[in-house]
C-alpha cells in the first residue's frame, strides 16, 4: 500500500510538471531564476527559517496542554527531524507520526494524546492561513460575494475549531488562542518570505502574488504529491497567475524558490535521523 501511494505520488508530480510545460516558457523562468539575487534569497530563506522556529513554538504549547514538558530546544530539534522526515522521505513514515512514536518511546506519552497535539497543530495553522487568506482575497478578489465567502469561512473555521477543542479535547483549550496567534505569526513571516522573493527576482510587491501562495499552500498541505506538495504548488502558481493576468513562468519561479527555501532549512535535519533529538533530558509525564 504504501508503495501504491509513492507511485500515486510521483505519478502526480510527474503530471503536474507535465502540464505546467505547456503553458510556461522554460527558458524565461530559467532567465528570472538565473538573475536572482543572493542576498534577496538568503534572506528569504532567513524568514522562512524563522517562520518554522515560531511553529515549533506553537506545537510545544500543544505538547505541554497534553502533560508533556520539552525545552524549546528539544522540541526544535525534534520538529527539525520531522521537517526532514516530511520532505524527503515521501512514502516512508511521515515525520508527524514518527515524533509521536519517539515520545512515546522515550517518555511514555499516550499516543492518543500526543497524537491530538500533533493534528490540532496541523489545524491550527491551516486556520491561521485561512485568516490571512481572507486578508488578502479582500484586496485582490472581485465581488461582494467572495468576501463575504472568505471571511465567513474563516470566522466559521475559528469557531469550529474552538468548539471542536473545547467538546473533545478540553486538555487543549488553555493553549487555543496561544496556538492561534502564533500561528498568524508563522504565516506572516512566510509572507515576509515571499516578499524577499520578489525583491530577488525584481517583481513588484503585487498582493496577487501573496494570494496565490497561500492558496498554494493550502493545496500543499494536501499528501498528494512529492515532498511538500512539489509539482501541486507549481500547478496552482501557474493557473493563479493565468487568472490574475500575471506571467507564469514567473510563477513557477517563485514557486520553486518557496519550495528551495524549504528544502535548504529542513535539509539539516538528517542530523537528527543519526542522533537522537530528545537526549536532552526533559521532565514528562
Known sequence: M??????????ITVVCFWYISTKVNWQQAL???????????LLAVSFYLLS??????????????????LSELVNGKLYWMGMFYNLF???????????V????????????????????????????LGVLLAIYALMVVPGVWWNVLFIGGSLAGI???YLIIKFFFRDFLPGFWATFFWGLAVQVVQVVCLYALLFAIGQPLLSEWIFISLVATVVAVLPLSLGGGLGTRELVFAEGATYFGLDPA???VISLLFYFCN???????VYYTFRDPLEIKSRSF
Do not use: C, E
Request: glycine content about 10%; proline content about 2%; charged content about 15%.
Open 2 to 11: 504504501k508503495g501504491l501511494k509513492l507511485l500515486l505520488k510521483i505519478v
Open 31 to 41: 532567465a528570472a531564476l538565473q538573475k536572482a539575487h543572493l542576498g534577496y534569497l
Open 52 to 69: 518554522k522556529v515560531l511553529s515549533s513554538v506553537r506545537l510545544n504549547i500543544y505538547f505541554r496542554n497534553a502533560g508533556l514538558q
Open 89 to 99: 522521505l515521501p512514502g516512508a513514515i511521515s515525520g508527524d507520526a514518527y515524533k
Open 101 to 128: 512514536i519517539l515520545l512515546n518511546r522515550k517518555y511514555g506519552a499516550p499516543y492518543k494524546k500526543i497524537s491530538a497535539a500533533v493534528l490540532l497543530d496541523r489545524f491550527s495553522g491551516l486556520l491561521a
Open 159 to 161: 469557531a469550529g475549531l
Open 250 to 252: 514567473l510563477a513557477v
Open 263 to 269: 528544502l535548504v532549512t529542513s535539509v539539516w535535519g
